[in-house]
């Protein structure tokens, strides 16, 4: 990530799951069939205490679009973990009946500078994670 800010070298990529047969766990204990997944800061270069956004999508079939998935949580690493506020939700549905589910969680900078990685918690598949920076102002 330091290469990236400070030398212009390659930039890192956001956690992804694709092309993928999994089943992810609802609130309610039901088993939605999903096929891809993302996690992804934006933007992955901040100033201390700045806010920023964690985005989650979600492909799978029709039925995840009502799906109660409150249980997904988010979270930046520290000792003990930031939990981010509870996420606007949306879906885009195509004309096959797949959907892709997206949760926006906003989040603020750690304080002070350093590297620091957001994750998310999706039941009974994996967590996903995305790293970010914090640069001095």
Sequence with gaps: MLRWVLLGGAEPTKGVLADIQARLRSKTGDLFDISAASA??????????????????????KELKLADLTNIQAFRDAAPAVVFMPPTREVEEDAAGNVIVRFLFKFDAPAE?????????????TILSDTGVVVPQ
């Design 113 to 125: 500078p350093g590297a620091f990685s957001a994750n998310v918690y999706l039941p009974g598949v």
């Design 40 to 61: 992804e800061l934006k933007p992955n270069v901040l100033t201390p205490g700045s806010q920023g956004d964690f985005l989650v999508e979600l492909h799978g079939l």
